[in-house]
């Protein structure tokens, strides 16, 4: 491990107080939301809660049309694959009520927040819900969800939603397997050969 008189000017360490202290301020653990960023954020933890607490009590089909008219700007613009071309008319608002609609009761746990994040306009959200494993009890599938909000309203929405147990999809690679960066110098790791 090297240490901060490596790097410091000539003059060694009496520089290294006046640095560490310079290094602690500009820390990105110590920078705080904006007023707008802090409000964002409520109004997606906010949505996110109403979704909750309406699928822990299997009411999300008589109370989805609300929680959409709260929450999700009448101009939403859908992104996600998974829901960007849902059928009927009406807006991606409308579109995704009807299919909240449609769904029968699930009664599920509630998501976990597991971390959120905001940059001006735009909240990320990175959730956990506990889904069934087909080796048996319970595992963590971890969704990201990312809104515009604009004017207190979700307007935008991107996500990553992986796909239901045991049908594959991302994962992490076998024990041992060397990762495509990690590839010794001059080779060509198995994935990326031509065919």
Do not use: C
């Not at 491990?1 to 009496?14: A, Q, V």
């Not at 909750?52 to 996600?80: C, F, L, M, W």
């Not at 991107?158 to 796909?163: L, N």
């Amino acid at each position: 491990m090297r240490h901060i008189g490596h790097f410091l000017p000539s003059g060694g360490l009496k520089w290294s107080l006046p640095l560490a202290a310079a290094m602690a301020i500009a820390s990105p653990a110590l920078a705080h939301d904006t007023a707008v960023e802090a409000a964002n954020k409520k109004v997606v933890l906010a949505f996110y809660q109403a979704l909750n607490d309406a699928d822990a009590a299997g009411t999300t089909k008589a109370r989805i049309q609300g929680i959409a008219e709260t929450y999700i700007s009448p101009a939403y613009v859908q992104h996600a694959e998974s829901f960007a071309n849902l059928p009927g008319p009406g807006s991606a608002r409308d579109k995704l009520v009807r299919m909240f609609q449609s769904m029968p009761p699930m009664k599920q746990p509630p998501s976990r927040t597991v971390e959120v994040m905001a940059q001006n306009d735009m909240v990320m959200l990175l959730t956990a819900r506990d889904m069934p494993d087909p080796a048996g009890g319970t595992k963590p599938a971890y969704i990201f969800n990312m809104f515009r909000v604009k004017d207190g309203r979700l307007a935008e929405h991107w996500s990553i939603v992986p796909p239901p147990p045991g049908m594959g999809g991302a994962a992490m690679p076998p024990s041992g397997a060397t990762p495509p960066g990690d590839a010794p110098s001059g080779t060509v790791p198995p994935s990326q050969k031509p065919r």
